[in-house]
Nanobody, 126 residues
């Protein structure tokens, strides 16, 4: 059974940092692009970050650019999201996702992703 399991969420003060992890099991995603999305209460799920299969390409939502960094570790079949300078507006449930595309591209839309984790809550207080 294929699973993506996020961890690392929690409560942090504004200006603080968290590192989210997304561990895959059941199959390897080393050949596929991965992404992070988030959903705040009452809002639609939104794109946060994406990384190509080899890590050579990354991109971010404008709202997190310069503060968040996506990376991946192939041997561990894990993707990370380092979040620095957190703001209250970053509060959301964060989801990782895998795109079953056999190319070197990166993807920004939820419909391009096939597998999703259950999400991890990030709460940023003032």
């Amino acid at each position: 059974q294929v699973q993506l399991v996020e961890s690392g969420g929690g409560l942090v003060q504004a200006g603080g940092s968290l590192r989210l992890s997304c561990a895959a099991s059941g199959r390897t995603f080393s050949s596929h692009a991965m992404g992070w999305f988030r959903q705040a209460p009452g809002k639609e799920r939104e794109f946060v970050a994406t990384i190509s299969w080899n890590g050579g390409s990354t991109d971010y939502a404008d709202s997190v650019k310069g503060r968040f960094t996506i990376s991946r570790d192939h041997p561990k079949n894990t993707v990370y999201l380092q979040m620095n300078s957190l703001k209250p507006e970053d509060t959301a449930v964060y989801y990782c996702a895998a795109a079953l595309k056999y190319d070197s591209l990166i993807y920004y839309h939820a419909h391009d992703y096939t597998y999703w984790g259950q999400g991890t809550q990030v709460t940023v207080s003032l």
